[in-house]
Structures are given as structure tokens and as C-alpha cells.
């Protein structure tokens, strides 16, 4: 019996490794990820796109980043250009421009919302003085440096150049030498230019010098955790000579993705989310050019997809039924 009893000991002990180095090796067995895939609409679909970009109506803005994956495809749509909503018109490369050698799919994306959804792509520089360091402190530095950035505007094929006027210590704290910098700009890009191409000023909290209105699109304000529609009207006050379609009041999702940003109080007294907030909001004078979002990539992580951008273009610009 003690014999029987040691034979089925062994045998149950066998059995039990086998099992063990089955179970290991199948979770050592490589197998391929799962990619999300973006919808794919008809032609039809992607004309009537286009043709509501070219309309007049409010324009959504979005600094967009944490794309970049070298050589090959991000399982997440939360990190690639295909998955950013087919109703924002308009997108700061704030993540760097994707390189067709390095970022193949990256590149395929961009181009795919640029030519085919028919969404601007920008450029975008800070004027701080690490950007600057290279360049000689006097006119003709300001015009070299005005010159890169149209180049690389240019030689990436993309529409027009966002720049954030942040000087914090540069030659451009200086109002008159950020004025020569946007008028050599205006040369090539922005209303003034007849190319077609977009110029903006982004800012956070110095305004930009209401002498450039004429020479820029639109601007964009850094009006972070703003939390009514009474500071946004200020906002607006303050930057005297440019038009209501000029300006584009921002949120941020570095902070706020989460909650869809900050309490906001519209104009009759009701309380949403800053970022839709934003949105229904124009300023006493007319209909703001349009609003936008920093870090918008983060609310696809949300439990709805982009939920907070898609009901506050929604709600800026609703659907005609």
C-alpha cells in the first residue's frame, strides 16, 4: 500500500510540473498586441468635413502631444493623431513635427487629418531665451530667427505657425523687438502674407502689443482655471485693437482632464465645466473666434473618448439637425 501510495505521489508530482511549464510557457509565448482602430467614413463623409472647417463658425484649438513613437504604432488612440476628433480644426504641434523616417505612422496620421479631414497644423515656438541663445541679440538676429521658423513651416508642408509669447527674460520682453519678429513673419505667414498660411500669438501673461492685431489671425489666451463669464469679458477688455473673431480663450487638461476643467458661471448664472464653459461663451462685442485646450490628448482617457471636447464643440457649435 505504501508502495501504491508512493507511486501515485510521484505521478501526481509529475503531472503538476507538466501542468507548471505548460501554464509558463504559455504566458512566455509572445502574441500581438490588440490595436484600436480608428473609423474609417466615406468620401462624402470627409468632403462635408472639410467644408464645415471652411465655414464660418467658432474654431476649436488644441495643443497636442505625447504622440512621437519611434518606428512604430502606439496601441493607445489617446497618443496618435487618428484619434483626436474629427471636429477640432485646428492643431499646435505642441508634441514636435513627426519625422516620415522616425515616426512613419506618426506622419501617416498627421498628414491623413491635414489633407483629408482638412484640419490645420501649426507650428510652435516659445520666444524664451534658450530658443533665442543661438541667434545675435539685435534686428538681424530677430529676422534670422523669423526666417527658421518660416522655414520650417514651409519645409514640413504645414499651415501657418503658433507663437507662444512667453519672453520670460529675452530679447522679445522688450514689446518692440516682438513686434519686428511678428512683422517678418507677416511676410510669409498670417493675413498679411496672401499665402493663406495661419500666424497666431499664444500668451499666458503678457498681452500681446495691439499694434500686431492686423498681422495675426487669431490669438490664443492661456486663461487657465478661469472660472466665469464675467473674467473671460475682462480677459477680453484687456486686449485692446484686436477683434472678437481674433480671440481664442484656453483651458488646460494638464490639470484639469479629470473634471473637464474648473466650475465655470455663464452669463445667466448656471455653473458647467470651464472647458464647455468656454465654449457657450462670446464676448459682449460678438462671436469669439474661437477656444481650445492644452494637453487636450488627455481626455481620451476619460470614460467617453474626447468626451469633454466633443460636447463642448458641441455645445459652441451644435449640430444642424
Known sequence: MEKVFKIYSQMSLMLALVFWLSACQKQNTPTPLTLQKPTVYSNDY??????YKNSDHARFFIWLADYGVKGGISASLGERFAGVPDSVDIISLWGGIPDSVNNP???????????VKGTKLLDVTLVTPDRFAS????????????????????????????????????IFS????????????????GPKSG????????YYGDIPPA??????DFVVQQAYGNGSANQLQN?????????????????TFGDYFATGGVPFTNVDGTVVTSLLGFGLWNPTQGR??????????????????????RAAIQGCNPAKK
Open 46 to 51: 470627409y468632403v462635408k468635413l472639410r467644408a
Open 105 to 115: 505612422n506618426d506622419y501617416k496620421e498627421m498628414r491623413f487629418n491635414q489633407r
Open 135 to 170: 541667434y545675435s541679440q539685435d534686428d538681424n538676429g530677430i529676422k534670422q530667427f523669423a526666417l527658421k521658423l518660416v522655414k520650417d513651416v514651409y519645409d514640413n508642408d504645414l499651415d501657418g505657425l503658433d507663437i507662444d509669447y512667453e519672453p520670460n527674460g529675452s
Open 174 to 189: 522688450s514689446p518692440d523687438n516682438f513686434i519686428k519678429l511678428m512683422v517678418y513673419l507677416s511676410q510669409y505667414v
Open 195 to 202: 499665402t493663406g498660411k495661419l500666424l497666431d500669438i499664444d
Open 211 to 216: 499694434v500686431l492685431a492686423p498681422y495675426v
Open 235 to 251: 480677459n477680453y477688455n484687456a486686449l485692446n485693437g484686436y477683434k472678437p473673431g481674433q480671440y481664442f480663450p484656453a483651458e
Open 288 to 309: 469669439k473666434g474661437g477656444f481650445g485646450v492644452f494637453y487636450g490628448q488627455r481626455d481620451y482617457y476619460n470614460p467617453a473618448p474626447y468626451g469633454y471636447i
